[in-house]
Nanobody, 129 residues
Framework: QVQLVESGGGLVQAGGSLRLSCTLS????????VGWFRQAPGKEREFVAS????????YYGRSVRGRFTVSRDNAESTVYLQMNSLKPEDTAVYYC??????????????????????WGQGTQVTVSS
């Protein structure tokens, strides 16, 4: 069973940037598509971004499109979430999650939390105004 560990969260001013990392314990990380989700207090968990095993195919939630970039380094078994132009509404606990297999099936891209089997513990991101 793969374990995921997030890091890189913190406090940043609006307009700033942060890069989150998600390290997979399974060195055969190419087995997994990886997604990022976030959850703000009192709100449901929201899809942020996802990436296929080879890093070629990515998919983004509407609220972060154009500001966030997901990438991966399979040699390091790590997936990154580069977050630019941060807004106070980006404040949340950010989670990475993994699922075995492809990111997409036909026209459907895995963007629901039920699509993912393995989850990290989360890392807090706070954006001040």
């Amino acid at each position: 069973q793969v374990q995921l560990v997030e890091s890189g969260g913190g406090l940043v001013q609006a307009g700033g940037s942060l890069r989150l990392s998600c390290t997979l314990s399974d060195r055969t990380s190419t087995r997994y598509a990886v997604g990022w989700f976030r959850q703000a207090p009192g709100k449901e968990r929201e899809f942020v971004a996802s990436i296929n095993w080879n890093g070629v195919t990515t998919y983004y939630g509407r609220s972060v499109r154009g500001r966030f970039t997901v990438s991966r380094d399979n040699a390091e078994s790590t997936v990154y979430l580069q977050m630019n132009s941060l807004k106070p509404e980006d404040t949340a606990v950010y989670y990475c999650a993994a699922t075995v297999g492809k990111l997409y099936s036909g026209n459907y891209y895995k963007s629901n939390e039920n699509d993912y089997d393995y989850w990290g513990q989360g890392t807090q991101v706070t954006v001040s105004s």
